[in-house]
């Protein structure tokens, strides 16, 4: 377990992300907007072997705390990963994703019909009905929604 730590270099400070589901990991930088436009560093590593869950991905993020808005988007993404929070080489705070019974305003309702989707500026509200599948319901229009197949804000 611990030589899956030594791939990617310790960090001063900023966010770890660790056990991502395998493949996620680039799912995971998309929804929280993480593309390294501000210059922090940002190490990925993708299928590291993992006792635990055969591959994860891991990333870190320099100068980086993670939000809690942040951890929502996570925990529809991967729900087993885990959110450390380092400061001056410390972990400071370990966080496990939980996933919440309603998302608010991070995917956008796939019904083109829908009212969050026209210009009446109603961010959606979605129930999650399924946690194992991942499956949302839209409070607005009732539509069935699977999260693989939703697009973020
Ligand atoms: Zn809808």
């Known amino acids: 377990m611990q030589e899956s730590n030594l791939i990617v270099r310790r960090i001063k400070d900023g966010t770890v992300i660790d056990h991502i589901e395998g493949g996620k990991g680039l799912r995971v930088l998309e929804a929280l ?3 390294g436009k501000d210059g922090n560093v940002i190490t990925i590593a993708l299928n590291v072997p993992s006792g635990k869950f ?11 705390y993670l939000a809690d808005h942040d951890t929502n988007k996570l925990a529809i993404i991967s729900p087993k990963a885990t959110i450390n929070i380092i ?5 400071v705070e370990k966080r496990r994703v939980s996933l919440p019974n309603k998302i608010e305003k991070i995917f ?3 019904n083109p019909d829908c009212i969050t989707n026209s210009n009446e500026y109603i961010e ?3 129930d ?5 599948g991942l499956v949302l319901k839209c409070k607005y ?3 069935i929604l699977d ?5 973020y804000y």
Not at 128 to 132: G, L, T
Not at 147 to 151: D, E, G, I, R
């Open 33 to 35: 907007g993480i593309d």
């Open 54 to 64: 055969n591959k994860k991905d891991i990333i870190k993020v320099e100068n980086k």
């Open 87 to 91: 400061k001056d080489y410390k972990l």
């Open 108 to 110: 956008r309702c796939s």
């Open 124 to 126: 959606s509200i979605m």
């Open 128 to 132: 999650v009905i399924d946690k194992n």
């Open 141 to 143: 229009c009732t539509r």
């Open 147 to 151: 999260v693989n197949q939703l697009k």
